[in-house]
T-cell receptor
């Protein structure tokens, strides 16, 4: 299989605090992981692409200093929402790309998501 | 630029009915990949299928089948004899050769009632 876990599954925090979300590929190595954001009844919006050992590539409009991404190992990527505000409340989903070929589009396997509520 | 259109926002069917979810895509690339994912109420996206642009053979997996037609840029998904557990949002996605990012459609919510 291709299992991706996320922790925590949900988190409630006060405005101004930082929240860290972990994404792990449990049974395969993932050189590339992705972070998405999903609002209710909407599609997934790609926030950033995370490559192991290098800086993340952020999509246009995503604040790098607010959404810190670290991909320190082939099985772990973290997303830190810094100084969270109510508008950051959303469903955050990570995915891991299985495979390392630059020319092959390998399947992305998704984590179960983290529901963030900022009060 | 690539684009995926799922024109059906919501579909409601009664159990045991067949249902087809439409997906139309746009891409300038000749080599690309198409995907379908299922997102049940729990929120986790479940991978269903991946096809590359060179393989137009239709595929069947149990009650699921996929019809890929390059001539109409469509990759439709049919569920035969639908069940309540099929209720979910289904996303079609596209990725071009050499790029690992996915472009998602807006999703189709399928509600199967008993």
């Amino acid at each position: 299989g291709a299992v991706v876990s996320q922790h925590p599954s949900w988190v409630i925090c006060k405005s101004g605090t930082s929240v860290k979300i972990e994404c792990r590929s449990l049974d395969f190595q993932a050189t590339t992981m992705f972070w998405y954001r999903q609002f209710p009844k909407q599609s997934l919006m790609l926030m950033a692409t995370s490559n192991e050992g290098s800086k993340a590539t952020y999509e246009q409009g995503v604040e790098k200093d607010k959404f810190l991404i670290n991909h320190a190992s082939l099985t772990l990527s973290t997303l830190t929402v810094t100084s969270a505000h109510p508008e950051d409340s959303s469903f955050y989903i990570c995915s891991a790309r299985r495979g390392t070929s630059e020319w092959e589009t390998d399947t992305q396997y998704f984590g179960p998501g983290t529901r963030l509520t900022v009060l | 630029a690539q684009k995926v259109t799922q024109a059906q926002t919501e579909i409601s069917v009664v159990e045991k009915e067949d249902v087809t979810l439409d997906c139309v895509y746009e891409t300038r690339d000749t080599t690309y990949y198409l995907f379908w994912y299922k997102q049940p109420p729990s929120g986790e996206l479940v991978f269903l299928i991946r096809r590359n642009s060179f393989d137009e053979q239709n595929e069947i997996s149990g009650r699921y089948s996929w019809n890929f037609q390059k001539s109409t840029s469509s990759f439709n998904f049919t569920i035969t004899a639908s069940q309540v557990v099929d209720s979910a949002v289904y996303f079609c996605a596209l990725s071009e050769m050499g790029y690992s990012t996915l472009t998602f459609g807006k999703g189709t919510m399928l509600l199967v009632s008993p």
